[in-house]
């Protein structure tokens, strides 16, 4: 193709582009145009010496060509086998047929334009015919004609026989990802209860906002609706041959409504015409006929008992030659009909109705995270721009909403254009919000268009609305969880979360990022030679592999927000050593965001729980593991102490390259056939027994050993990122503080009363605690060190191994830390004190053993207690802060757990720590 240059007025000439230039005695293919000049590639440039001058010039492709009468070459490069030649042109006529050649290559526009002989095109074969067979049929023929393989419309998900009056020539389906949104209380006619709806949507992030405003409208007692009314119109214009004789057939209309509105239903047991109303504009009267079309939506019903009364005003007005009109057309485009327009919102069309919730303040912002007085203010200010704009209606977000829900129900969907206007109102009453939402145009139904069809029929079922007589309910359930989506966008906007949860990583520069196509050949080239201890090792092939992965909390989720490759791709790569022999490694590459992408992600999801928390999140960042946390990984890795390859994945290729931000490990792909016997899952399911426990505690005890004790030599290089000491985490007790607040406000079933003010009792004497840690001795724990993150493995014929990976949030602290956060995420609340020193003793003399240093066991034992009280009142909080946002299967378990674990240290007795009254 070709490139244009505008700033220099040129247009670069590549393939597959070849555009032939000849003149007498040789010739050759541009490859540069200017608006002055042409370079041609030839192969014999001796006789084009700078100054000669050529007639006719001729340039052509195809049936495309041009004539430059007069060039003179001014440049000539000779390169051994030809050599480009530069020629110039003078005339005006010469510089306007370059600039047509520029234009074409631009567009790659040669050649004569398809045969227009052809008088009429193919058809799309098996018209009219709803069968499978004519649908494999339609599908073969776009293949053939397009190149498009079209796997995904290999099959339907329904029969394509029932489809008549939906679709025509049916060929395939598209599937749209179906979220569930609240639960919501709706107090209604129709709907009484708590609902949660589905919303089909491809949108990240609008399930959960609307889910948090439905929680919001339900803490403060529910979303009360009412349905209004139910209209649904259809416009014919009647032309006539002047204005008097329009005037004269509106004032008939009048004189025999009752008799058209017996003609309108008699083709429908449904529909009932509840208003006939003429709107002349000059000689043409556009008749609205408005009906009640009961649970239907009842477009084409309308369509047909308007129909039927308009033949029989025709017939009629046969007998009077004056009134009789000049043009009919069954709409003239009155009715609004899939368009955005004012008639509808105030005369109806569709369902009109209404919405309202009362928020008490103290809600407000515990969940939404704002007062009603930011809440309104920002209503105001957005009323203004919405004025200005000129928009039908006033709302934040219905469309939203609207789509969803009407995508998963089997609604029209160009009927989302009319159905989403809406009107918002915000009051502030004494200390609460009191908001409405009205949709004065719902057009819905729950019988007839798409809402038969599996996927949509089951969709209804779910909120109790397929079938006759529910499409009142649906209409109070779309109303409610409009009003919810607004309020909690609203307040996202008012908060700043909105800023937040849409920020992006700044950059001043373009970076080239690692993408999948650098996974080629070369790239596991190290890896092959790696896993076959050969440098003669060739790849011969490198392919994708299916596998069952779990990506760290932190990588999954930036994996959403980054514009670049993050995450885990597994691969096979098959080897060829010069000898002949050959092998395969199942590997996975790790590409990891930077840390600043992680900050940018923990900056989100604090925003989610308010101000307060997204500040004191931003202020403390640059102390939190998560700083440095790309290199970190790297740089362990590279450790070669055997007791580390011994207990982690093998470690096949690192790659970083700062410039690319290419940050990479490529280390074995971990399986169970392949001797991982207990891989994560989140440690919500998996139960460890006491010898799987223990085997994992002894395993992280070998890790700890290599780096005991190596403060003066490794802390402070920077290496393996923030050191926390006492002095820290004192200055950081606002984020501590308020992440346990919040965590108490927004999960009281998981941060009961008393566990509450046990952490807060921590938070208060949290400088004393933390110089007794600095006091014992302390190595690089793994930080993050639990069933997410750890496995046990074993080869033929030995024990199970601890193999542990996903290093990132590493950090300098008390071997206890790794062995406290272990401990609850595998123990249950029925853990004896018995057990939790069984336990805690493995790891003591597992490390006693590793390192050759003796540790007394009442220091050990307290040093355990240091490491679960900043598990608890630390890392437990951020998980709390990222439930918020995303439901961690595991934080149950662990929390309860954490709080018996708790329970276990302060019950021992004679110097158990002082937490303060614990009681309920």
């Not at 429908?268 to 006939?276: D, K």
Request: charged share 25%.
């Amino acid at each position: 193709m070709s490139s244009d240059r505008r700033a220099g007025g040129r247009t670069r000439v590549e393939p597959p582009v070849a555009v032939p230039v000849t003149w007498a005695g040789g010739g050759g293919e541009a490859v540069d145009v200017s608006n002055t000049a042409v370079a041609v590639r030839t192969a014999d440039v001796s006789a084009l010496v700078p100054g000669r001058h050529l007639a006719d010039l001729r340039i052509e492709r195809g049936d495309w060509a041009v004539v430059l009468a007069d060039v003179e070459v001014v440049r000539r490069e000779d390169d051994g086998d030809g050599g480009i030649v530069v020629f110039a042109v003078a005339g005006d006529s010469d510089r306007g047929s370059l600039w047509t050649l520029r234009d074409q290559c631009r567009r790659n526009a040669f050649g004569a334009p398809p045969d227009a002989s052809c008088e009429r095109p193919e058809r799309v074969p098996g018209r009219g015919h709803y069968s499978e067979a004519a649908r494999l049929e339609r599908l073969e023929w776009v293949r053939e004609r397009t190149g498009a393989e079209l796997d995904s419309f290999a099959e339907v998900p329904f029969d394509p026989s029932r489809l008549t009056g939906n679709v025509e020539n049916l060929v395939g389906a598209v599937s749209v990802p179906v979220g569930l949104a609240g639960p919501l209380r709706i107090i209604g006619e129709h709907v009484r209860g708590d609902v949660v709806a589905p919303f089909a949507t491809t949108e990240g992030a609008l399930v959960a906002s609307a889910t948090r405003g439905a929680l919001a409208a339900s803490r403060a007692g529910g979303v009360r609706v009412q349905v209004v009314r139910q209209v649904m119109t259809r416009a014919p214009a009647f032309t006539f041959a002047d204005v008097e004789a329009a005037a004269a057939f509106g004032r008939w209309l009048d004189d025999h409504h009752d008799e058209i509105a017996a003609e309108a239903v008699a083709v429908s047991s449904y529909a009932r015409l509840i208003a006939l109303e003429p709107h002349q504009v000059g000689a043409t009267v556009h008749v609205r006929f408005a009906f009640d079309t009961a649970d239907a939506a009842g477009q084409n019903m309308t369509t047909a008992c308007t129909w039927h009364a308009t033949e029989w005003i025709l017939q009629r007005l046969v007998d009077h030659p004056v009134l009789e009109p000049v043009h009919f057309m069954i709409e003239g485009n009155l009715s609004g009909d899939k368009k955005l327009n004012w008639v509808s919102p105030v005369a109806g069309r569709g369902v009109r109705v209404t919405a309202e919730v009362t928020i008490p303040g103290d809600v407000l912002l515990d969940v939404l995270k704002v007062t009603p007085a930011q809440m309104v203010q920002g209503y105001q200010v957005a009323l203004g721009g919405t004025l200005s704009a000129g928009t039908a209606g006033y709302d934040i977000n219905v469309a939203n909403t609207v789509a969803a829900i009407f995508t998963a129900t089997g609604q029209d969907i160009a009927c989302v254009h009319e159905s989403s206007v809406g009107i918002i109102n915000l009051q502030v009453r004494g200390e609460d919000l009191s908001a409405s939402m009205t949709l004065p145009c719902l057009v819905l139904g729950t019988v007839g268009g798409g809402t038969h069809l599996p996927a949509q029929r089951d969709a209804l079922q779910m909120l109790g609305c397929d079938g006759a007589g529910h499409a009142g309910r649906l209409a109070e359930i779309v109303a409610g969880f409009c009003l919810a989506l607004d309020l909690s966008t609203l307040a996202a906007v008012c908060g700043g979360q909105f800023v937040s949860a849409h920020e992006r990583l700044g950059r001043n520069r373009p970076v080239d990022f690692f993408s999948r196509a650098d996974l080629g050949p070369d790239f596991f080239t190290e890896v092959a030679r790696s896993a076959a201890g050969d440098e003669s090792a060739a790849v011969v092939t490198a392919e994708p592999v299916s596998a069952d992965l779990e990506d760290s909390i932190l990588t999954e989720l930036s994996s959403h927000r980054v514009r670049h490759l993050v995450g885990l791709e597994p691969y096979a790569v098959r080897w060829r050593t010069s000898s002949g022999a050959t092998g395969t490694a199942d590997v996975v590459v790790k590409v990891k965001p930077v840390d600043a992408e992680l900050q940018l992600l923990m900056r989100s999801l604090a925003s989610a729980c308010g101000d307060e928390v997204a500040d004191a999140m931003g202020a403390y960042e640059d102390r939190l593991p998560f700083a440095g946390s790309h290199l970190r990984e790297l740089e362990i890795y590279e450790q070669d102490d055997p007791r580390f390859r011994r207990h982690t994945p093998t470690a096949y290729r690192l790659l970083r390259d700062d410039d690319r931000e290419a940050f990479v490990l490529v280390l074995e792909l971990l399986r169970r056939e392949t001797g991982a016997v207990l891989l994560p899952d989140g440690g919500a399911t998996t139960r460890w027994d006491a010898d799987a426990i223990d085997v994992a505690l002894s395993g992280m005890s070998a890790l700890h050993a290599i780096w005991l004790g190596r403060d003066a030599e490794l802390v402070g290089t920077g290496r393996w990122g923030p050191h926390l000491a006492a002095a820290d985490m004192k200055d950081m007790l606002p984020l501590w503080d308020v992440l346990l607040r919040h965590a108490e406000s927004e999960f009281p079933e998981l941060v009961p009363r008393a566990a509450a003010r046990r952490c807060g009792a921590l938070l208060d004497s949290v400088g004393d605690w933390w110089s007794e840690i600095e006091e014992h001795p302390r190595t690089l724990t793994h930080g993050d060190f639990n069933p997410r993150n750890i496995c046990l493995r074993t080869d033929a014929g030995t024990d199970p191994r601890l193999c542990a990976f996903d290093w990132e949030l590493a950090v300098w602290h008390l071997p206890q830390r790794d062995l406290a956060e272990m401990l609850a995420f595998t123990l249950d609340t029925d853990a004896t004190p018995a057990v939790v020193d069984a336990h805690v003793e493995t790891a003591r003399r597992a490390l006693e053993h590793e390192s050759g240093v003796a540790f007394d066991r009442g220091d050990w034992r307290r040093g355990y207690c240091l490491g679960l009280y900043d598990f608890a009142v630390n890392r437990l909080m951020l998980y709390l802060m990222g439930h918020t946002v995303r439901d961690f299967e595991f934080l149950p378990r662990v929390c309860a757990t954490t709080w018996h674990l708790l329970e276990v240290e302060a019950s021992q007795g004679p110097g158990a720590p002082e937490l303060g009254d614990a009681g309920p």
